[in-house]
């Protein structure tokens, strides 16, 4: 069984519908999708009728932006119900901060370089979710960088002058609200130093006491060294060790399936969750 626990549509920052992913993903082989759109449900309804049409396994869920100490931390919470008012109202607040995050660092950038804020908008489309890769397609289409990769690595990074801070709930507050929620809360990408700062091993013992669930290990972003280590942590501490693709169509190289979950995990990932998955 083909498990992939993390991919993103155009509901956030994905080039693909929800019903577009689906297919993608049956068309990639694999048996079981996780929708993990940045700070929003709103792709879980046209996924769950697309993956009844192309015979898949959907995974509904969320990836939900936290901090730690002023660390960028990321969260797949999965089968959580989508109505639930504490996680609901973090979710609109950090999306929220995250347009007028966006709409700060264009008008920083547009005194260097041609964007502005209807490109990114134009960008956008119908995203809920609307923030930094939609402003690194703008400066695609406007030429002045190749693609999102360079954007990040250079206009856009986190220690660049056109960096603006956002809110985002402290970690271990989001990962109780996930909880709260009946979701089960995995840590993303908790090795990907390349793209910042990291958190310190104790971070991992701080949240598992909040009721964090696993972490994602196997992940396109982690060394072979950072893979040890993860997966030497959630063995210490009980957690479920996941994988997935961080999909997100054409907006990044990564592929439908590069990395993979075991199904024993999925099954308590689906035993522990509110929501059930579709099928």
Not at 140 to 156: C, E, I, W
Not at 180 to 207: N, W, Y
């Amino acid at each position: 069984m083909r498990i992939d626990l993390h991919a993103h549509s155009s509901a956030s920052d994905g080039t693909q519908s929800p019903a577009e992913l689906v297919a993608a993903a049956a068309r990639a082989g694999l048996d079981v999708l996780a929708l993990t759109d940045h700070d929003t449900t709103v792709g879980w309804a046209p996924a769950a009728r697309a993956a009844r049409e192309h015979g898949i396994t959907l995974v509904r869920g969320t990836e939900v932006s936290a901090r730690w100490r002023g660390v960028s931390v990321h969260l797949l919470s999965y089968l959580q119900d989508p109505d639930h008012p504490a996680l609901v109202a973090e979710l609109e607040a950090t999306r929220h901060a995250r347009v007028t995050r966006a709409e700060r660092m264009v008008e920083l950038l547009a005194v260097d370089v041609p964007i502005t804020w209807a490109d990114v908008l134009a960008q956008a489309g119908d995203a809920v979710t609307v923030g930094r890769p939609h402003v690194a397609d703008a400066l695609v289409a406007n030429g002045v960088v190749p693609d999102r990769d360079a954007a990040f690595a250079h206009l856009l990074r986190a220690d660049g002058p056109y960096h603006v801070p956002h809110y985002a709930p402290a970690a271990a507050d989001a990962v109780r609200a996930i909880v709260a929620a009946g979701g089960v809360a995995v840590f993303a990408h908790p090795g990907a130093d390349a793209r910042g700062r990291i958190v310190p091993d104790e971070t991992f013992d701080e949240l598992a006491a909040a009721g964090l669930a696993g972490l994602e290990v196997d992940h396109r972003d982690h060394s072979p060294a950072q893979r040890e280590r993860l997966r030497a942590i959630a063995d210490r501490l009980g957690l479920l060790v996941t994988g997935g693709s961080d999909y997100h169509g054409a907006g990044k190289v990564n592929e439908l399936g590069e990395n993979l979950t075991r199904p024993e995990i999925l099954a308590v990932i689906e035993e522990r969750g509110t929501s059930e998955v579709v099928r």
